[in-house]
Structures are given as C-alpha cells and as structure tokens.
C-alpha cells in the first residue's frame, strides 16, 4: 500500500524559507539511501531548490540535480522534475504541485505551508489519497 504524509509548516525556520522543509526531507532520504523525485512547481522553484540543496548546510552533501540537464541523473539520488519533463519514477516523491501524485511509488511527501488559504486544497489533496487507499500520516514540522 502507498503511503502520502503531510508535512505542516509550523516552525519558525521553515516559515519563511519552506524549502528549507523539502532540503531536511531530502538529507534525511539521502541517508537512507532512497531515491528521491522532488516534483517543483515549475524551473525557478527547481533553480531555488538546487541551488539550497548545495548551501543549506555545509556538512551534508546531497547528490541531486535537475531532470533532462545531464545524462547521469539515474545516479543522483535527488531529482528535480518540472511540469513537462520526463523522469523517471522513483520510491520516494516529495511534491511541490498543485495536483496529487497519482503514479506508482511507495511514499508521497506533501509539504503543507503555514497560510491557512493555501492548506484548502491540501484537505482535498488529503481526501483524494485516502479515497485511492493511501496510508495517510500529518507531521507538525
């Protein structure tokens, strides 16, 4: 059975940098050795997030890059992925988009920001994954 956990944004570090959430979800997948596919809104969010992943702290290191920009990037345990390009399916999805992630993996990370309007459409992100039989899991971050 896949699983879908919501991470809520609650914390004042990641108030106002939430990607700083989706680089902490990110070490901790790399040091368990899983593959991860981050789905970014679109290239400025994946740009950001790149470019973090390399800053946000200087004793981890996270191989990552974003898809379709070199030919090794089955080896990168982080991918980035924006709308319209072709990566390919991984265990673990961290997703950053506006609709559910509905293909075949075994966990789905949903980051939840802290605006009270923008978690609307995470309750019925919420509902939709429990309808498909989803394991369903709410951390306060």
Same mark, same amino acid.
């Given at each position: 059975?896949?699983?879908?956990?919501?991470?809520?944004? +609650?914390? &004042?570090?990641?108030?106002?940098?939430? !990607?700083?959430?989706?680089?902490?979800? +990110?070490?901790?997948?790399?040091?368990?050795?899983?593959?991860?596919?981050?789905? +970014?809104?679109?290239?400025?969010?994946?740009?950001? !997030?790149?470019?973090?992943?390399?800053?946000?702290?200087?004793?981890?290191?996270? /191989?990552?890059?974003?898809?379709?920009? @070199?030919?090794?990037?089955?080896? +990168?345990?982080?991918?980035?992925?924006?709308?319209?390009?072709?990566?390919?399916?991984? /265990? !673990?999805?961290?997703?950053?988009?506006?609709? /559910?992630?509905?293909?075949?993996?075994?966990?789905?990370?949903?980051?939840? &920001?802290? @605006? /009270?309007?923008?978690?609307? &459409?995470?309750?019925?992100?919420?509902?939709?994954?429990?309808?498909?039989?989803?394991?369903?899991?709410?951390? @306060?971050?």
């Amino acid at each position: 059975m896949s699983r879908a956990d919501f991470y809520l944004i +609650a914390k &004042p570090r990641f108030l106002t940098e939430p !990607l700083r959430l989706v680089c902490e979800l +990110a070490r901790k997948a790399n040091a368990a050795g899983l593959f991860t596919l981050v789905l +970014a809104r679109d290239q400025a969010q994946a740009e950001e !997030l790149d470019e973090l992943l390399w800053a946000f702290d200087n004793d981890a290191y996270i /191989p990552h890059q974003i898809a379709g920009e @070199d030919m090794d990037e089955e080896e +990168a345990l982080v991918l980035i992925a924006v709308p319209g390009t072709e990566a390919p399916a991984r /265990p !673990l999805v961290i997703n950053l988009r506006d609709d /559910p992630y509905l293909a075949a993996c075994d966990r789905v990370l949903e980051v939840v &920001p802290a @605006d /009270p309007e923008a978690r609307e &459409p995470l309750r019925e992100r919420w509902r939709q994954y429990k309808a498909l039989g989803f394991e369903l899991n709410k951390y @306060d971050m």
